[in-house]
């Protein structure tokens, strides 16, 4: 037991594991508190396109040659979540198929930019990389590091403002709207935010793998707890939790920490679930 | 001057008209019952009346201290609900989101107000439960305890008793009778006609043809022959 604190002590020498632990906290933090709404508007699926439309900014940003391809990823991501929310509403049927086809589009032609311009020698394992994240937490640079911390900061802080109006417009759009609440311009909001929250998880988890960082803990977290308020702030705090230790394990084990943390987040849903059918539930 | 008046409203959508020629006002303290066909676009009615559209061409307008936005609303079930989780006292205060104006959490006035509107429809015991293990009628008293929060001055409900049994759909009848009473004035949409019948101040029918009046108009109109089957002479 000493020597595994000894070697965690030698571990936190380095400022990458160092990094890499406060980047993880601040990314699981962010992504699950939206999870809730984002489950149950069922914008779950929105997730998982932008965040193959971050795979492809960030494929013309490395093309660009970019030192720090975070701010046109960005860019780009929001500009599409904007675009999907506006077209996705109206017609249902239509916003999937907008979804499914800007998503596999920005994946295919991120590839092949990738693949035309290439600039490193090891192209599969760029592409890896950026699609489960295997080592780009491990990578950082304080300017990215600086930039987490920033755009989480100003996630939480809208999420923490606008709490009341995200319950009020997720819960019943309609009830919201009819009394004098501007629900696109919140949904407009959320979008943003869900974009900022996929580039950011970009790093820790790739970007295949993000939409289980933003789901699963807000499932767990249903499983147990019955109101909106005790649900959030469980998935935060399980979410933190998990992205630890899937981070420690990964530095420990070897592992990759995108799939890590997803392999801890499933564990932990299970055990969420198991506590959920015994007890019944609490508040 | 009338709460609400609505003037040749066309509704639909994407411009497409469901329904014409809808005239009808509605006065402070009235009791307004919508009745039609399944499809006859009662509930395109409310949400035009709300706002949530525009109407496709005619006028909607407030008076007599109401203002656009005042309104109370009890949806149609929506399925998002179904699973949400979220207490009962969250759910109540959330009707006092127009309140919040610039301010991002609800002050102590607002928690009296949910607090009172709970209080006033039973729900005291059942304050800190989840909304989706409610039953039906419960979680119908807490919708309207919520539109109840955004105002007490007019109340739309759409179907308010589909799914209740009768038992409870008394209960919930004499409720928003007694809300009525206090002075709120109500709109609902009902399949329910004898109930329409037995509460209702005015009537509005849509349908291929459009009728809006008293009650005692209503009965002796055409209308009410085919729709009310030998019901009519309650009263
Ligand atoms: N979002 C929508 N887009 C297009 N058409 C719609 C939409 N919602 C309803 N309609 C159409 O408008 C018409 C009126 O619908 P509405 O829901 O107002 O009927 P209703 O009178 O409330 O019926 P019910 O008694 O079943 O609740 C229907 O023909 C329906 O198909
Ligand atoms: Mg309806």
Redesign the pocket.
């Known amino acids: 037991m000493s020597e595994f604190i000894n070697k965690a002590i030698e571990y936190f020498e380095y400022p990458f594991v160092r990094y890499a632990l406060i980047v993880g906290v601040l990314i699981a933090l962010c992504s699950s508190i939206l999870g809730v709404t984002l489950v149950l508007k069922r914008f779950s699926f929105i997730g998982d396109g932008l965040s193959h439309v971050a795979f492809g900014g960030m494929a013309i940003a490395s093309v660009l040659n970019f030192t720090n391809d975070m701010p046109l990823t960005l860019l780009f991501t929001v500009i599409f979540a904007i675009v999907l929310l506006m077209s996705g509403k109206n017609a249902k049927i239509k916003g999937d198929a907008a979804i499914a086809m800007v998503s596999v589009g920005s994946l295919a032609i991120g590839y092949l930019l990738l693949n035309i311009f290439n600039t490193s020698g090891n192209l599969s394992g760029d592409v890896c990389s950026t699609l489960f994240g295997s080592t780009s937490i491990l990578t950082l640079t304080p300017t990215e590091v600086y930039l987490c911390v920033g755009l989480s900061v100003f996630v939480v802080a809208v999420f923490i403002l606008l709490y009341n109006r995200i319950f009020a417009v997720t819960f019943d759009e309609d009830f919201s709207k009819a009394t004098g609440t501007n629900a696109d311009f919140y949904n407009f909001i959320i979008a943003i935010i869900i974009a900022v929250i996929i580039v950011l998880a970009m790093n820790l988890v790739g970007s295949l793998l993000i939409s289980a960082l933003v789901i699963f803990p807000a499932l767990s977290a249903m499983r147990i707890f019955k109101s909106f308020k005790s649900v959030t702030v469980f998935s935060a705090v399980l979410s933190v939790f998990c992205s630890l230790l899937g981070i420690l394990t990964a530095v420990f084990a070897g592992t990759p920490v995108g799939s890590t943390i997803v392999a801890v987040d499933i564990v932990a849903f299970i055990i969420c679930f198991a506590v959920g059918k015994v007890f019944g539930g609490k508040r | 001057m009338a709460q609400l008046s609505c003037k040749n409203l066309a ?4 411009g ?1 008209i ?2 014409d020629n809808i005239s009808f006002e509605v006065n402070s303290g009235d009791y307004l019952c919508i009745v ?12 035009t009346i709300l706002g949530l559209f525009p109407p496709i061409s005619g006028e909607i307008k407030f008076g007599d201290g109401l203002k656009d936005k005042e309104i109370g609303y009890l949806p ?1 079930q929506t399925d998002i609900q179904k699973d949400f989780p979220a207490s009962v006292n969250e759910i109540v205060l959330s009707g006092c989101i127009s309140k919040l104006s610039f301010s991002p959490f609800y002050s102590k006035s607002e928690k009296e107000l949910a607090d009172y509107q709970i209080a006033r429809l039973g729900l005291n015991s059942l304050k800190n439960r989840c909304y989706r293990e409610l039953s039906g009628g419960q979680q119908q008293r807490v919708l309207l305890a919520r539109a109840l929060c955004a105002t007490d001055k007019m109340i739309l409900l ?2 308010p008793v589909s799914g209740l049994d009768p038992m409870i759909t008394m209960e919930m009848y004499n409720l928003i009778e007694s809300l009525n009473k206090e002075g709120t004035t109500v709109i609902m ?1 009902s ?1 329910d006609i004898e109930a329409a019948l037995n509460y209702a101040s005015h009537i509005l029918h ?1 349908g291929d043809n459009v009728f809006f009046g008293t009650k005692k108009d209503y009965l002796k109109s055409e209308f009410s022959k085919a729709f009310t089957k030998g019901i009519g002479d309650i009263q």
């Open positions: 509704l639909g959508y994407d497409k469901v329904r039609g066909e399944n499809g006859s676009g009662k509930s395109t009615l409310m949400k149609q759409d179907e949409v399949h849509i």
